[in-house]
Each structure stands twice: as structure tokens, then as C-alpha cells.
């Protein structure tokens, strides 16, 4: 396992029969879906972060509270996602909690669904057009939604896209990304963060 991780190119070493083999099991894997889809009587799809990677988003872990992206799984030393996306937050720090939740929005806007997404709503529409269909998901970047699978949809946490006046002046939510699609949220400066960086103490 070390020898093919180091090696890229040993991949192209492999027995021809071996290769041959693999792609057997994976046209055996998709015949069995393709079965499975058509003599389906209702479509359940359960999504996480995982299905966003390969839009080129990272999941909440593995962004920091500057808004870029780490390779660490904890968002920062000093700031969790936990905290960052919270109204605790939006109360007590508000430029860390808008640079947090501001680099997650654009990343999602400037993102576009990936094959995986359009699979679904392929699915969806060839086998399932009469709403024999529903999707649950934990995430929270609209995907979905923008590959066209509205229909059945439930976000569990939510969705990024669509936000509400942070005082009360109205009970409506609305959806950004409809109302403004390009809209995009300025880059929060370092300094106003680290300015913030107190107050938790002061709010145990």
C-alpha cells in the first residue's frame, strides 16, 4: 500500500488481468443499482459533506476561521465551527462569525454541482418523474437544489442560501442566492477577527 501511495505511476504496473477484473466488479455494481432503480417503487436519497467534496468544497471541519481552507480537522485553535456557526456568534463576534459564514457562501455560490449531483437528478427525472422521489441532507451549500432535485428535498440543518434579518425586523427568509446571484460577501479583514478575539472570555 506505502509503494503504490509514494509511487503514482505503479498504478500503471498492475496486471492487465487484475485491471480487467476491477472493471468487471464495477459494471457488476452498476447493474445492480440500474436494477435496483427500475424496479424501485420510491427513490430515498441520504446525502452528507461527502457529496459536496467533489464540488471542490471543503466540509465545516476543514475550514478555518478565516475563511480559508486547512488540511487540519479542527477549524482553528481558537475558533470551532461549533462556535463560529452559532447566533452566540453572530451576537458576541460578529466579523469572525460573517468571515466564517461569508467564506462559506461564496465558496458554495463560485461552486457548481458535480457529476454526483446531476446523477441524481437524472435518476430522479428517468425513473421517479411522478415524485416517487426524496432527498435528506445534512448539508448545507444548496447543491441540491441548484441540480435541480428541489422536489422532495428536506436540508436538515438548512441551507446557507437563504437567510433572515438579524434582528427582528421581519419573520420572512429569504433565499440570497435567488434574490441576488451575484451577490458575494466582502472578505472581513483579519484585524476586525483578532479585535473580537476577547470577548469569548468575557462571555463564558
Known amino acids: ?23 468487471l466488479l464495477r459494471e457488476e455494481r452498476c447493474a445492480k443499482v440500474a436494477r435496483s432503480l427500475v424496479g424501485a417503487d420510491f427513490l430515498l436519497v441520504a446525502t452528507g459533506a461527502g457529496a459536496s467534496v467533489g464540488c471542490g468544497l471543503s466540509t465545516y471541519r476543514t475550514y478555518e476561521a478565516m475563511g480559508s481552507h486547512s488540511t487540519s480537522t479542527a477549524v482553528s485553535d481558537q475558533h470551532g465551527y461549533e462556535d463560529l456557526a452559532s447566533p452566540f456568534a453572530l451576537r458576541t463576534m460578529p466579523a469572525a462569525f460573517y468571515q466564517f459564514m461569508g467564506a462559506f457562501y461564496n465558496a458554495a455560490r463560485n461552486a457548481s454541482p458535480s457529476p454526483a449531483y446531476r446523477t441524481l437528478r437524472a435518476w430522479q427525472d428517468l425513473f421517479f418523474p411522478d415524485g416517487r422521489a426524496a ?5 448545507v451549500d444548496g447543491m441540491h437544489a441548484r441540480a435541480g432535485c428541489e422536489a422532495g428535498l428536506l436540508e436538515c440543518h438548512g441551507s446557507k442560501m437563504r437567510w433572515q434579518c438579524a434582528a427582528p425586523c421581519r419573520e420572512a427568509v429569504w433565499d440570497v442566492a ?17 479585535e473580537e478575539a476577547g470577548v469569548r472570555a468575557a462571555f463564558p
Open 1 to 23: 500500500m506505502a509503494n503504490v501511495v509514494d509511487e503514482p505511476n505503479s498504478l500503471k504496473a498492475l496486471d492487465t488481468g487484475v485491471c480487467a477484473l476491477l472493471d
Open 135 to 139: 432527498t435528506f441532507t445534512s448539508n
Open 178 to 194: 435567488e434574490a441576488a446571484p451575484a451577490f458575494r460577501f466582502p472578505d472581513y479583514s483579519a484585524s476586525a477577527v483578532s
